[in-house]
């Protein structure tokens, strides 16, 4: 960062408070005391986020964490998470490849759950179904803590960074802005979901490359501009977020340091070298789109919506934004389709949309020339928010809570500041408790609408068993509670009666989820196996026919067919054996239907059919099975029996 000669501070516009001496210099116990202010957030995000220690996989987990190979590998896995996509190992045997266009290079997260791996161990040969899951179980609820404890790491270097950047001298509203961002309810899915350890990283690293910048722009020492540079890559290395450093870091430095805009994008090009590495390893890792993936709907949300809709549509989701962030109720792991229908410009909330948002953009653009601290908050919120509203990329769903962790931090500060310079106007004696009194009371809302979001993260099952409530027309979520009423099915196997009630409902929510969205074959594969385990299987054969047709290699299924075909296959011996021609004749139909590429099925079919006089419909299914098998002897002597019979008739 090259030396700048005009580096005369802004005048801050939040110098005082009422009632508090406008400093952030330590003094012993104060609790304008750095060190005082960290314990107590540390404290608050500990008991906020405690009752999720005995917590264990949910959602995502098991694709970044339980089924990820790399992670599992423990250090040795770390290779392989820097040089491919976030989800590769998962994705490649589950749905066939990365989803997304551009691909999730966030490696760090990744590092980390190796690391604990490594600590917690990697060798499990021998080990049961039962067992692992209790390992697995146990494995997370450290997982759990670690999260917390880097929640409130991050929480500190936010504080750290709104005391020296943003609020030099106004210990208290420095304070007040961390605090808001650290008991927000809406940041329960990032702290009570590991796999979200991304998020906490990326505010963690972006917080102390910033003050890092302003270390070196104000000091000029190299050591200062290396730890800069290695922040601003491991910010990277977290989560995308870090991209928009290149333009709030110059930003930061024409609003506090004073300094011009040329000036201040000099003093910023040395991030372009971590920038540039980073770039290279994500091409690098980089490994293109599955077939298909963009015209799923579970990956490209706005696929069935026209131009005008699908702009429409973003619009009024960051309009949501924002009333989650003043009111941040009623909370959801997911929002894909169809729980917010596409809309249109007719809609008059897309107009209260763009009139905010072009609102927030003025004033953004207005409080920056002034060298105002709420330039670079409004800047800080609308950078972070625009990257993730589908306007630049399609982003894989049209909202998220998680979505959002980065842009509060610009929400806290405007909020603290507009408390402060409220409460400052006022004059009045009592105004001195007032701050204390208010960030109280919001302190115990945000604890109970925490606490009890926290409890439904506790696993998948009591995740979309809740959230199927909030947002039933989720194709995602009634697909996820169905997934948990088969696991509690499973539970229950020796008790028979309940385990097909838990199918039952089950069958109900992929039912809801394909009528939702027809062409989700994941539901519609699942429904097949729950009918299939509740002893229906000719009711299972129509949806995995249907999920053949539409994905043909999609994992498992060929399993699940050939397990359907061999049933019916037996069932038809049976009843060929107990001399029950048309039961055999619908059996071995089944049989073909399932695995029309196995000649035998085919065979026994066209003896039945010959059996029962139908001729027409024997030779048909014999030419099928003798194109499957020309030298199969037993079609071949059947073919001869039939050619030297007297035609008895048939179809």
Known sequence: MAK????????????????????????????????????????????????????E???????????????????AGIADILTRDAYQSYLEHRQGGNQLAGGRYRP????????????????????????????VASEMHARHVVNVLLYALACIALLWLLRTVVFPENAVAAFAATLIFAIHPLHTEVVANVKSRDE????????????????????????????????????LLSKEYGVTLLALLPLSFCVFRNVTPSASLKASLPLLIPFGLYLALRFASYSGVAEGAEANIMNNPYLLATGAQKLASELLVLLRYLGLLFFPHVLAADYSYNQLPYTSFANPLVWLSVALYAGLVVAMVRQALK????????????????LVSNLLFNIGAPMGERLVFHSSIGFAIVIAWLLVKGLERLKAPATNFALPGILIVLVLCSAFKTMDRNKAWKNDETLFLTD???????????????????????????????RNEWFTKAIGYFSKALAIYPGHTIARMNRGLCYYNMGEPDKALPD????????????????????????????????????????????????????????????????????????????????????????????????????????????
């Open 544 to 651: 995995w026919d249907s999920v053949r047709r539409q994905e043909p290699n999609k994992p498992e299924l060929s399993k699940y067919l050939a397990t359907a075909s061999a049933y019916f296959y037996n069932k038809g011996l049976n009843y060929g054996k107990t001399n029950q021609p048309d039961s055999a004749i619908y059996a071995f139909e089944k049989s073909a239907e399932a695995s029309p590429e196995r000649a035998e099925p085919w065979y026994y079919l066209a003896s039945a059919y010959y059996a029962v006089g139908r001729a027409g419909d024997a030779q048909r299914s014999l030419v099928k099975a003798l194109s499957i098998a020309p030298k199969y002897p037993e079609a071949l002597r059947l073919q001869e029996a039939m050619k030297s019979a007297t035609p008895v008739g048939g179809r």
């Open 468 to 498: 199927v409530k909030t947002v039933p027309n989720s194709v995602l979520v009634n697909n996820n509670a169905a997934a948990a009423c088969m696991a509690e099915a499973k539970k229950n196997k020796e008790n028979v009666p309940v």
């Open 108 to 135: 760090l997260s990744l590092i980390t759950f190796a690391i604990e791996q490594q600590i917690m161990g990697t060798d499990h040969a021998g080990e049961t179904s039962a067992d692992r899951d209790k390992r």
């Open 200 to 235: 906490i990283l990326s505010v963690l690293f972006v917080s102390l490359t910033l003050v890092k910048g302003f270390r070196y722009f104000d000091t000029r020492k190299t050591g200062e501009l290396a730890w800069t540079l290695l922040f601003y890559f491991l910010a």
């Open 57 to 75: 996989a949910a959602f995502d987990d098991r694709m970044a964490i339980t089924d990820n190979e790399y992670v599992q590998a423990g250090t």
């Open 4 to 55: 700048q000669t005009k580096t005369k501070t802004a005048k801050q516009p939040e110098a005082a408070i009422v009632g508090a001496t406008a400093t952030n210099k330590d003094s012993g116990f104060s609790f304008r005391s750095f060190k005082v202010q960290a314990v107590l957030l540390a404290i608050i995000c500990i008991v906020f986020y405690a009752n999720t220690f005995q917590h």
């Open 371 to 386: 060298r105002h601290i709420l330039g670079f908050a409004l800047a800080l919120f609308l950078a972070n928010l625009f």
